[in-house]
């Protein structure tokens, strides 16, 4: 028997879940059933083998209009734009990456981040799941606590897990009080604006071999993820890489500029 709770908060509607390079139609209709019985609508497929296809309309089972209404787009990048903060949902260990959340704690972060913001939760492909470079786009990592001996989740499964831990966090949990002062979060594009600044600069000062690169930007970005930035500290951090690179003899930077938010713009980013 199930029963109908009282209406989730509209946090919901700024969670997409983010399906990256699904091989099997079938899934994709699985994964917008689950995401419609828990309340959830914004489904966005990166690089999907088959899609439309008539598999995916048949295991939607009514919920047709998420599909019809879903975002195709060519890369994780794409699928990002806009974000406050990402959760990749892998069950492999990998370098470099923040601490793990379980999945009921990665939900109620991602119900958090959503009274702000938009926010994705994204699924790898059924065979090899997210790539590395994909799991270090996304600010945190999750997974769910299936028994160690029988390990596999169909990725519709999983995603059903998921949606359902969103919509408990939704209902029965409220947003923390506000912290005095906080700005607002960076999103995903101004974050890796500042990486591609931070190995500008590095290479154009001699720091960073392009040759031999090796992991300063990874390191980058697992610090940007947990330091968890704010527009105004994006802006500032970018103000003094653009003083660096090009100072001016006995003139001091105009530090309020780069806080409005015309350091990027001046780059042309």
Same mark, same amino acid.
């Given at each position: 028997?199930?029963?109908?709770?009282? *209406?989730? #908060? %509209?946090?919901?509607?700024?969670?997409?879940?983010? !399906?990256?390079?699904? #091989?099997? *139609? +079938?899934?994709? +209709?699985?994964?917008?059933?689950?995401?419609?019985?828990?309340?959830?609508?914004?489904?966005?497929?990166?690089? *999907?083998?088959?899609?439309?296809?008539?598999?995916?309309?048949?295991?939607?089972? /009514?919920?047709?209009?998420?599909?019809?209404?879903?975002?195709?787009?060519?890369?994780?990048?794409?699928?990002?734009?806009?974000?406050?903060?990402?959760?990749?949902?892998?069950?492999?260990?990998?370098?470099?990456?923040? *601490?793990?959340l379980w999945a009921r704690d990665a939900a109620a972060e991602?119900?958090?981040?959503?009274?702000?913001?938009?926010?994705?939760?994204?699924?790898? %492909?059924?065979? #090899?799941?997210? &790539?590395?470079?994909?799991? /270090?786009?996304?600010?945190?990592?999750?997974?769910?606590?299936?028994?160690?001996?029988? #390990?596999?989740? %169909?990725?519709?499964?999983?995603?059903q897990v998921v949606c359902y831990e969103l919509r408990l966090?939704?209902?029965?949990?409220?947003?923390?009080?506000?912290? &005095?002062?906080?700005?607002?979060? $960076?999103?995903?594009?101004?974050?890796?604006?500042?990486? $591609?600044?931070?190995?500008?600069? $590095?290479?154009?000062? /001699?720091? !960073?071999?392009?040759?031999?690169?090796?992991? !300063?930007?990874?390191?980058? @970005?697992?610090? !940007?993820?947990?330091?968890?930035?704010?527009?105004?500290?994006? %802006?500032?951090?970018?103000?003094?890489?653009?003083?660096?690179?090009?100072?001016?003899?006995?003139?001091?930077? @105009?530090?309020?500029?780069?806080?409005?938010?015309? $350091?990027?713009?001046?780059?042309?980013?």
């Amino acid at each position: 028997m199930t029963t109908v709770p009282r *209406p989730a #908060s %509209n946090v919901l509607e700024r969670i997409r879940v983010v !399906l990256s390079h699904p #091989s099997h *139609p +079938g899934n994709i +209709g699985a994964a917008a059933r689950a995401m419609k019985t828990m309340g959830l609508s914004r489904l966005v497929l990166v690089n *999907p083998r088959e899609f439309p296809h008539v598999q995916a309309d048949a295991m939607a089972a /009514g919920a047709t209009d998420l599909l019809v209404g879903a975002e195709v787009v060519g890369s994780m990048s794409a699928a990002l734009q806009g974000t406050l903060l990402a959760v990749a949902l892998t069950a492999r260990r990998r370098e470099l990456a923040t *601490p793990a959340l379980w999945a009921r704690d990665a939900a109620a972060e991602a119900v958090r981040a959503a009274a702000d913001g938009e926010v994705a939760l994204v699924f790898g %492909n059924e065979t #090899s799941g997210l &790539s590395n470079e994909e799991l /270090g786009l996304c600010r945190r990592w999750a997974t769910i606590p299936v028994a160690p001996e029988f #390990s596999s989740l %169909n990725l519709a499964a999983a995603v059903q897990v998921v949606c359902y831990e969103l919509r408990l966090a939704a209902i029965d949990q409220g947003p923390p009080p506000q912290i &005095s002062g906080a700005g607002q979060v $960076a999103s995903h594009e101004e974050v890796e604006g500042l990486v $591609a600044h931070i190995e500008r600069a $590095a290479i154009g000062s /001699g720091f !960073l071999d392009p040759a031999s690169p090796k992991r !300063l930007i990874p390191r980058m @970005r697992r610090l !940007l993820a947990r330091a968890v930035p704010e527009k105004e500290e994006i %802006n500032i951090l970018r103000g003094m890489l653009a003083a660096l690179e090009h100072p001016l003899p006995g003139a001091p930077v @105009r530090r309020a500029e780069y806080e409005s938010g015309q $350091a990027g713009q001046k780059d042309g980013e």
